[in-house]
């Protein structure tokens, strides 16, 4: 069982800046891909930057890429979303999350195993 653990998330005006961090427990963390996702009121929850095991390349939607930056660091457990540039429509719950299968790009969350309980994150003037 794996046990996710965001933080960093709060209160920000437009343009501003956030880091959000994600603690995971156990000892095979670097073996999975690791991703955020988002969901505002309202709406349904929906991918926005992944990073996958091994080095690969990450990836992000289209309405973030440019401004977020995903990282991880396996000797701390731990994976980070960089948020820059920051707009009123990024307002939402964020959720990381753990993929265990052996493909390194999931972008649906039905292809992820285990979610943190979520951060909220508020840009607003």
């Known amino acids: 069982q794996v046990q996710l653990v965001e933080s960093g998330g709060g209160s920000v005006q437009p343009g501003g800046s956030l880091r959000l961090s994600c603690a995971a427990s156990?000892?095979?963390?670097?073996?999975?891909?690791m991703a955020w996702f988002r969901q505002a009121p309202g709406k349904e929850r929906e991918f926005v930057a992944l990073?996958?095991?091994?080095?690969?390349?990450?990836s992000y939607a289209g309405s973030v890429k440019g401004r977020f930056t995903i990282s991880r660091d396996n000797a701390k457990n731990t994976v980070y979303l960089q948020m820059s540039s920051l707009k009123p429509e990024d307002t939402a719950v964020y959720y990381c999350?753990?993929?265990?299968?052996?493909?390194?790009?999931?972008?649906?969350?039905?292809?992820?195993?285990?979610w943190g309980q979520g951060t909220q994150v508020t840009v607003s003037s």
């Open positions: 156990g000892r095979t963390f670097s073996s999975y891909t």
């Open positions: 990073i996958p095991r091994g080095g690969a390349a990450p």
């Open positions: 999350a753990a993929a265990v299968g052996s493909y390194s790009y999931y972008y649906t969350e039905y292809n992820y195993n285990y």
